[in-house]
C-alpha cells in the first residue's frame, strides 16, 4: 500500500495544449503505480504557466511558479506554447526555456527505444533493436542567441552560437556517464560527438573538449559524426548508436528526427537535469492541431513520468520509485504490444482516455511478472 505521507513534492506544471490533457491522465497513473508496487507516495502540487496563462494574466512564468520548481524534488511538465498567443514583440512563449537556464538544466536526455506495437517506420528488421540516447546541450550552443539576435538596417541577421569548456565538459562527462550505467546493461558503450567541426570554429571547440572528458574514460569508446552525416546514420542504421552528444540546436533537430524512427512524438519522453534540479517532460509540444479533441497519445507523458520516478529512485536510495517506473514501463509496452489499445496517432481507434485506462489497467500484471 502507498505509505499515507507522501514523500518527495512534485512542483506539476501541464502547460498548454495536449500538455493539459496528457497531465491529469499521467498523474492519475503515477498513483496507481506508486500503489500498485506500494511505493511512497508523491506530493503533486500544480502551477500555472505558458501561454494560456500569460493571456490570462499577463505572466507566462509567474515568481510563484518559479520558487516552486526551485524548492520541488522534481518538477513535472507536460507542454508550453500557442501560436496564436505571443509576446508583443511576436516571440512565442517558451517557458521551458526559461526555466533550462533558471536551474542549470544542461542535459537533455531523450531516449528512443522501438519495442513492440510501435510502428515500425524502417523496413530493415534490424530496426527492431533501436535504442538509442539523445543528449542535448541545453543551457549555450545557438540557443545563446535567443533574445540577442540582431538585425541590422533590415539588411542582415546575426544569431550567436555560444560553447564555452565548462558547459562542454559538464555534458560530456554526463553523456559518458550514461553510457557507463547502459553498458552494465549490455550496451556498447560508445559516446558519438555529433557536431560540425569541420566548418565551425565553436564546433571544433566543443569536439576538443569532448575529447578530453573522453579521455578520462579509457573503458568506454568515443566517436565522432558531423551533424549532416550523422542524420544520415540515424535513418539508414539507428540500431548502430547507443550515446550521442551534440549542442542545442543540433540537438533540437535530432530528437525529432530521432522520435520519427519510432513512429511520431507521441511515444519520445524527455528529461531536463542539471546539477540540483531535474524537468521531466515528453518531447513534444502542445500540438495545436489536435489539442482539445482528446486524441492526444500520453505514451510520452507517461515514459517521462518513469524517468522522473528512475532519477528520483537513484537520487535518494529509493527503490520502490524505481519499481514504479519499470511498471510503468512495462504497461505501456504491454498495451501497445497486446494491441489492448492501438493510439490513433497510429491509426488505431484509442484516444488519450483509452490509452490511459489501458495502461492503468495493465499495470497489475505487469508487477507480478517484473516482481
Ligand atoms: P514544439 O515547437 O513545441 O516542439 P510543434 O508544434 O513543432 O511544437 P508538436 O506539438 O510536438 O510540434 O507536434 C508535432 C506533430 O506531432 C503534430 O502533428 C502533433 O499533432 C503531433 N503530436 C505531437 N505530440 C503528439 C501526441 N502526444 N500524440 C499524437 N500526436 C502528437
Redesign the pocket.
Given at each position: 500500500m502507498t505509505t499515507s505521507n507522501p514523500s518527495f513534492r512534485i512542483a506539476v506544471l501541464p502547460g498548454d495544449g495536449?500538455g493539459r490533457e496528457?497531465m491529469p491522465a499521467c498523474l492519475e497513473l503515477v498513483g496507481a503505480a506508486l500503489e500498485v508496487v506500494g511505493a511512497p507516495g508523491l506530493a503533486f502540487e500544480t502551477h500555472p504557466a505558458g501561454a494560456q496563462y500569460y493571456a490570462e494574466s499577463g505572466e507566462a512564468l509567474p515568481r510563484s511558479t518559479l520558487d516552486a520548481c526551485r524548492t520541488a524534488d522534481a518538477i513535472l511538465f507536460g507542454?508550453m506554447?500557442w501560436p496564436d498567443i505571443r509576446f508583443p514583440d511576436g516571440t512565442e512563449i517558451i517557458p521551458q526555456l526559461d526555466l533550462r537556464m533558471e536551474f542549470g538544466l544542461f542535459a537533455g536526455v531523450r531516449p528512443i527505444r522501438w519495442f513492440p506495437g510501435l510502428p515500425r517506420v524502417l523496413t530493415d528488421p534490424r530496426a527492431e533493436g533501436i535504442d538509442f540516447v539523445l543528449v542535448r546541450e541545453q543551457t549555450e550552443g545557438l540557443f545563446y542567441a535567443r533574445g540577442r539576435g540582431e538585425i541590422r538596417n533590415d539588411e542582415e541577421a546575426y544569431d550567436t552560437m555560444q560553447i564555452t569548456r565548462a558547459g562542454t565538459e559538464r555534458v560530456a562527462e554526463f553523456a559518458f556517464q550514461l553510457a557507463v550505467q547502459r553498458k552494465k546493461r549490455g550496451k556498447p558503450g560508445v559516446v558519438t560527438c555529433v557536431d560540425k567541426a569541420n566548418v565551425f570554429q565553436s564546433m571544433a571547440f566543443f569536439r576538443k573538449v569532448f575529447d578530453e572528458i573522453a579521455g578520462r574514460y579509457p573503458d568506454m569508446q568515443k566517436d565522432h559524426a558531423y551533424v549532416d552525416a550523422l542524420a544520415l546514420t540515424m535513418v539508414k542504421k539507428p540500431w548502430n548508436l547507443d550515446v550521442l552528444v551534440t549542442e542545442n540546436m543540433f540537438g533540437d533537430i535530432l530528437s525529432d528526427l530521432a522520435a520519427g524512427l519510432i513512429g511520431?512524438?507521441?511515444m519520445a519522453p524527455s528529461a531536463d537535469i542539471g546539477e540540483n534540479h531535474g524537468l521531466f517532460q515528453?518531447a513534444?509540444?502542445?500540438?495545436?492541431?489536435?489539442a482539445g479533441k482528446g486524441?492526444?497519445?500520453p505514451g510520452?507523458m507517461f515514459l517521462s513520468a518513469a524517468m522522473m520516478l528512475d532519477w528520483l529512485a537513484v537520487r535518494h536510495g529509493e527503490e520502490k520509485l524505481a519499481d514504479a517506473a519499470r511498471v510503468i514501463e512495462g504497461a505501456v509496452e504491454h498495451t501497445l504490444s497486446t494491441k489492448l489499445a492501438v493510439p490513433m496517432?497510429y491509426g488505431g481507434s484509442a484516444n488519450l482516455s483509452d490509452m490511459t485506462r489501458s495502461v492503468i489497467s495493465s499495470l497489475a500484471a505487469v508487477r507480478k511478472e517484473v516482481a
Open positions: 495536449i496528457v507542454a506554447g511520431g512524438m507521441g515528453p513534444h509540444g502542445t500540438a495545436p492541431d489536435i486524441y492526444a497519445n510520452a496517432e
